[in-house]
């Protein structure tokens, strides 16, 4: 299983909301290169990243410290979401050397455009469901819509294959040190077509392992590294 060390990005610090929620921020660091390079010290060969300023606004804000965080990759894999919501976006930060971005909004409001990204730069492109109550939840998730995550999946499926992953985020587990919600991320399973990146709530070994016997492709893992509550060694040992 893939395990994907967290990195959020708010006013260019490392930061964790909870649920989601902007005014519950707890800031690690304001030196997100450095940040990178711990995980990738310890190990791991991937990188998942938020602009949560990008999340909220609809463009791009922390590229220098996005900047920073690709330098300190080198060349390993990060992936990008939070404000990508056109080709020119998309272009600019796969020219930086961002490996995949994570579509979100703009996925969901134009279904046929985001397969139309997947197929112009395949390889690339990674469908994130962000899902309230079993809702597809938009603008940095300050909205709510009346579409449910799995209806979004098999939305993208049949307009192309070219999605490389799904990354599904539980917001009430967020940031809550709760244990991911493997009953809806199981209905995201069981309709994608596409590999399933569990994000939200991973907090201990068993965790993991509870992904794993799902046959989970993959876990995003942000607090509860930070905090201490898991070994990024030992995760990826396990994984």
Request: charged content about 25%; aromatic content about 6%; hydrophobic content about 40%.
């Given at each position: ?75 390993k894999p990060v992936q990008l979401g939070g404000g990508v919501r056109d080709e020119a976006t998309i272009e600019r930060l796969l020219g930086l050397g961002l490996k995949r971005l994570v579509v979100g909004t703009a996925a969901l409001k134009d279904p046929k455009w985001f397969a139309s990204m997947c197929e112009r730069f395949p390889g690339h492109m990674v469908l994130g469901v962000d899902a309230r109550n079993g809702m597809v ?103």
């Amino acid at each position: 299983m893939e395990i994907w060390p967290a990195i959020d990005l708010l006013g260019g610090k490392c930061v964790r909301l909870q649920q989601g929620d902007y005014a519950r921020d707890t800031i690690f660091s304001d030196q997100p290169g450095e940040i990178a390079s711990r995980w990738f010290d310890a190990g791991s060969q991937l990188l998942h990243c938020v602009d949560l300023d990008g999340a909220k606004t609809g463009s791009i804000v922390n590229e220098p410290a996005i900047r920073q965080i690709v330098a300190a990759s080198r060349g390993k894999p990060v992936q990008l979401g939070g404000g990508v919501r056109d080709e020119a976006t998309i272009e600019r930060l796969l020219g930086l050397g961002l490996k995949r971005l994570v579509v979100g909004t703009a996925a969901l409001k134009d279904p046929k455009w985001f397969a139309s990204m997947c197929e112009r730069f395949p390889g690339h492109m990674v469908l994130g469901v962000d899902a309230r109550n079993g809702m597809v939840a938009t603008e940095g998730w300050l909205e709510t819509s009346k579409t449910p995550a799995t209806e979004l999946v098999e939305r993208i499926g049949e307009h192309t294959q070219a999605c490389v992953a799904v990354v599904y985020t539980d917001i009430s587990r967020d940031g809550m040190l709760e244990g991911p919600n493997l009953e809806s991320l199981a209905e995201v399973q069981a309709c994608s077509p596409f590999p399933v990146i569990a994000s939200g709530g991973v907090t201990t070994l068993k965790d993991i392992e509870d992904l794993i016997r799902q046959k989970t492709h993959g876990a995003i893992i942000g607090r509860a590294l930070y905090e201490g509550r898991l070994d990024l060694k030992e995760v990826l040992k396990l994984a």
